[in-house]
């Protein structure tokens, strides 16, 4: 039985994630755990989830203390003081779905291993059912926020700095708008109301979905644009002419800000070479796609930093929890310095080229096989997740996509750039015949 993904356990509300599911999540994490805290976004089917979750708990003895309507970053720091944490979210989902994620005393989530225990319980059922008066305790708990912010304070400066803020609708807007104005900014907010429907953009907060932070930053005038997704793990920012930094820029940003000396850097396989061009001396190191993945072997190698992307960034002197409300908070003691646009001026820009080949998911393994044996010549292979080559001046990764029948290429260079994206391209369609 495989219910956990790259980032906990989502799916469509009532549908992959029913009261009867979390039911079982709760009875098999609390065979193990004697405590537990549990947060939710706003999501609309969030609260019958959380309480579906927080009854299978109890009825396995454990002691529940709910903390309400949260961001996650903010459910992981809270559950330092506690056996584990559950948040009910589903990040940068669409409104339509639901989740569930675990989380560890020191702010990681559940690694694969401790996955794999609540499925096999899950799967055979191997609940404990205890006495009527041993049943788990339920209080609550209001300080959480507070609590997430005083951390966040006692690391950061602040600046008297203009900063737009979209939240989304999503669980940010009970923090990062009052933390970033006890840092002495004057913040403007977007979508900072708690709306589960997500009525003015989609949860992701990419590029396209951006639109209107990018145009409110230019109009007022800000030195900053922040936004957040559905649980504000996620941090994306715009810069100071409305500009939307991509996710290898940020990293590379925090990176330089964040290390220093020959810091040991933890990202997904497909993470742009700025990450290793602007750290030089770093040691970059490769994983799964997954804030999970990256967070194990950052925690493993006891790196200095460590994120992806799509806008997880994990700082491990704070927590193993990708944070996006201290990102924002380090962000304004950054810009405070030098402009974000002149910042990203400074970073090496290479060539990414994306395509995607339709194949049937029957298919992928046979496909991927193939495509391995044509691309050991090229350069150093790694088949950490799909299949990487690094070479000279760039790299291919080549990844079957975990929701469609489709493979992705993507390719970056220094030169040449479409040559090469073409040549791999080529050898995924050749090996699909």
């Known amino acids: 039985m495989k219910l956990f993904g790259s980032s906990g356990i989502r799916g469509l509300a009532n549908v992959e994630v029913t009261v009867d599911l979390a039911l079982k999540v709760g009875m098999a994490l609390g ?7 549990i947060g939710r976004d706003p999501r609309v089917a969030g609260e019958m989830i959380e309480l579906a979750v927080i009854s299978g708990l ?27 944490g559950v948040m009910i979210t589903a990040s940068h989902n669409p409104a339509t779905d639901v989740g569930i994620k675990l989380w560890n005393p020191d702010g990681m989530a559940f690694d694969s291993a401790q996955q794999e225990e609540i499925e096999d319980i899950i ?21 959480a926020v507070r609590d997430h912010m005083d951390m966040i304070l006692s690391h950061s400066t602040g600046a008297p700095i203009r900063v737009v803020i979209d939240c989304g609708g999503g669980a940010g807007g009970t923090i990062t708008p ?5 840092m002495e900014c004057e913040v403007i907010t977007l979508n900072s109301q708690l709306d589960g429907h997500f009525p003015a953009r989609n949860p992701e907060p990419n590029d396209k979905n951006l639109w209107m ?14 936004a957040h997704d559905g649980d504000a793990d996620r941090m994306m920012a ?7 930094l991509s996710g290898d820029e940020m990293l590379a ?9 020959n810091p040991m850097i933890v990202v997904p ?8 061009d602007s750290m030089p001396g770093s040691t970059v190191v490769h994983t799964r796609v997954g804030d999970v993945y990256v967070a194990e072997e950052m925690k493993k190698l006891k790196a200095d930093f460590g994120g992806e992307p799509s806008g997880s960034w994990i700082f491990p002197r704070i927590s193993y929890c990708p944070d996006g409300i201290y990102a924002a908070a380090l962000l304004v003691d950054i810009v405070k310095e030098k402009k974000l646009s002149e910042l990203r001026d400074e970073l090496p820009k290479y060539p990414t080229l994306r395509s995607t080949v339709a194949c049937d998911n029957d298919k992928k393994s046979a496909v991927m096989q193939a495509v391995s044996s044509k691309l050991e010549s090229m350069g150093e292979v790694s088949s950490i997740d799909g299949i990487r080559v690094d070479m000279e001046g760039g790299w291919v990764l080549v990844r079957p996509s975990g929701t469609e029948a489709k493979i992705r290429v993507t390719a970056e260079a220094r030169q040449d750039v479409e040559k090469l994206h073409a040549k791999v391209e080529n050898i995924v369609k050749e090996c699909l015949k």
């Open 58 to 84: 109890m009825s396995a003895g454990c002691n529940v203390v709910r903390v309400g309507l949260v961001t996650t970053p903010t459910l992981a720091y809270a559950a330092r003081n506690y056996d584990c």
């Open 31 to 37: 065979k193990s755990k004697k405590t537990a805290v």
């Open 238 to 244: 715009v810069d100071e002419k409305g500009g939307f």
């Open 123 to 143: 799967e055979k059922e191997d609940f404990v059912y205890v006495p009527w008066n041993e049943v788990g305790e339920i209080t609550t708990y209001g300080n």
């Open 269 to 276: 396989v497909d993470t742009s070479m700025i990450v290793d």
């Open 253 to 261: 940003i925090f990176a330089r800000f964040e290390c220093t000396g």
């Open 178 to 182: 009052f933390l970033l104005r006890e």
């Open 213 to 226: 932070l990018k145009k409110a930053v230019k109009e007022f005038d800000a030195a900053l644009g922040i």
